[in-house]
């Protein structure tokens, strides 16, 4: 069974900083991709960044390359922590933020490679 907790959104002023963290454990949690996705009212939910099994491998959407930095600590096969330090924030940056796992080690860039899905957190950007 895998879970995936978010945390560390909240309400943030333009041009500030927050830190999402997601909580994953289950087996072979460590070993398969982990990305971040995000959905803003009325829109499809879309990929924000993506963090191979290794850590090695990186990638993000092009509205938040430079800006967002996606890491991941690996504690043990069943247990991984990842991060998304967001610096730069503009108000459409405002979504809810999810973080998924991937099938398999590749980081990768399609919702539908990924398999689960934390409950979300929500990020607020004001102008």
């Known amino acids: 069974q895998v879970q995936l907790v978010e945390s560390g959104g909240g309400l943030v002023q333009a041009g500030g900083s927050l830190r999402l963290s997601c909580a994953a454990s289950g087996r072979t949690i460590s070993s398969r991709a982990m990305g971040w996705f995000r959905q803003a009212p009325g829109k499809e939910r879309e990929f924000v960044a993506t963090i191979s099994g290794s850590g090695r491998n990186t990638d993000y959407a092009d509205s938040v390359k430079g800006r967002f930095t996606i890491s991941r600590d690996n504690a043990n096969s069943a247990r991984s922590t990842g991060y998304l330090q967001m610096n730069s924030l503009k108000p459409d940056d405002t979504a809810v933020y999810y973080c998924?796992?991937?099938?398999?080690?590749?980081?990768?860039?399609?919702?539908?490679?990924?398999?689960?899905w934390g409950p979300g957190t929500q990020v607020t950007v004001s102008s």
């Open positions: 998924a796992i991937c099938r398999d080690s590749i980081a990768r860039t399609n919702r539908g490679d990924y398999a689960y």
